[in-house]
């Protein structure tokens, strides 16, 4: 540049000559922050501790995989909850396990929390062992303590819902099996011969024997559809929300849990060995007796003195049993004891029922008998399995009203109101 340049122009080319040498430095720095930012980055990724397979121990020389699921255990033993909790969440997190390994411990969290009564802290561990295992062996017992969980804590709309989803037998023709009939179709869904036979099986067995006919099981397989499409309907109505609706679901779902917690600790105490049945076989002879039967022809007159003077009877004789009514006769009128010691022929004293005489003629007299062992042992087990278990249910009750400290006031009930 010479010295004849103007000034404004030297001005321009110096301002302007060094702008390149500066864009370049800032570039460089740019390029080595880039640099050095990717290297950080990479550094904390190999540093970065991966889940951990059981056995392997852990950076820093903490605990092994195994060793925190065992400490975890040690913790539950020791009824240190909080804390098992704890070491098992933190194994869940470093340990890389199957899908159903994993449900698994998820449930056997959900049990600890549900011991301390953290109902809230058990219910999302056991929705992830459902979602991560949904055929597990244990469905059924998680079926119960989300159920459970929900009911402790209040959560009545969502249990009616899980209640509804868990207990749902719905099936469309997709669940059918090779060796099923269907027997009914509606609204998507679809009832087999295996649905109606469960469902008959779920009924008293004094009234499962009515629908042993295709005529009684058609009425039947009736009124499951048509229970069905109305029930729909009303869920439809909403009329499951009416607080009517509502309370009595709510009564009918505490009854059903006393009644299942009654049922639990009355078997887990309950246990009849062949001994014991054998010993109530013998005890109770009365039980295991066929009465004395007798084929009888009835005489009926007017009076006492008609009645002995009776000698043509009914046609048919009729059997009766000793002690039990006369079939066809007035249920006050009992045969006379002394038919069942008689000889064929004999004809009983006149016997008063109402305005009434009769008199019985024998036709023959089967003794009464007891049956063997072998032939009611099955029969004796459950008799004495059902005394056991009213007996546990009594001692349960009282032992409950003891323990609550409960004061009761029969003395009361028989006085009238405003009464000291």
């Known amino acids: 540049m010479s010295e004849q340049t103007p000034d404004r122009l030297r001005q321009f080319r110096e301002q302007y000559g060094q702008a390149p040498r500066q864009r370049n430095v800032l570039g460089v720095v740019n390029l080595i922050l880039i640099l050095v930012g990717f290297g950080t980055l990479a550094f904390m990724l190999v540093r970065m501790p991966a889940p951990q397979a059981p056995g392997q121990p852990l950076a820093g020389g903490g605990l092994t995989v195994d060793q925190e699921r065992e400490f975890a255990v040690r913790l539950a033993e020791k009824k240190e909850m909080a804390g098992a909790i704890a070491a098992y969440d933190s194994y869940l997190k470093k340990a890389s396990l199957p899908a159903a390994d994993r449900a698994k411990v998820c449930y ?14 058990a219910l999302p561990y056991l929705y992830q062992a459902e979602f991560l295992d949904p055929q597990s062996n244990l469905k059924d017992e998680i079926n119960k303590k989300v159920v459970l969980c929900l009911d402790k804590l209040g959560r009545n709309v969502d249990l009616r819902h899980e209640l509804r989803q868990r207990t749902d037998v719905k099936r469309t023709a997709a669940d059918v099996k090779s060796d099923e009939k269907v027997l009914a179709e509606f609204a998507g869904e679809v009832v087999t011969d295996r649905d109606l036979d469960n469902e008959i099986d779920k009924l008293p067995t004094q009234v499962r024997g009515q629908f042993d006919t295709p005529e009684k099981k058609t009425q039947y397989l009736k009124n499951i559809v048509a229970e069905r499409l109305l029930l729909d309907k009303a869920k439809r109505l909403e009329l499951d929300k009416s607080p009517e609706v509502q309370a009595q679901l709510l009564k009918q779902l505490d009854a059903m849990m006393v009644q299942r917690l009654i049922a639990d600790e009355v078997k887990k105490s309950v246990q009849v060995t062949p001994e014991d049945v054998e010993r109530f076989y013998k005890a109770e002879p009365a039980r295991f007796t066929e009465p004395a039967t007798a084929e009888v022809s ?28 006369v079939p066809g006769e007035a249920p006050e009128l009992k045969v006379p004891e002394s038919i069942f010691a008689s000889t064929p022929g004999a004809v009983s004293t006149p016997v008063q029922a109402g305005a009434a005489w009769y008199v019985f003629k024998t036709a023959a007299v089967t003794p009464e008998k007891l049956h063997p062992f072998e032939e009611v042992k099955d029969q004796a087990a459950r008799l004495l ?5 009213q007996e546990k249910v009594s001692a349960l009750i009282e032992e409950t009203l003891q323990a609550r400290d409960v004061k009761l006031y029969p003395e009361r009930l028989g006085q009238t109101k405003g009464a000291p």
């Open 108 to 121: 056997s969290v959900a049990k600890l929390a549900i011991d301390t009564e953290q109902y809230a802290v």
């Open 298 to 325: 009835v005489g009926k007159a007017n009076s006492e003195e008609a009645a002995k003077a009776l000698t043509s009877f009914a046609d048919k004789p009729v059997t009766v049993r000793k002690g039990g009514p």
């Open 385 to 389: 399995q059902m005394q056991k278990e």
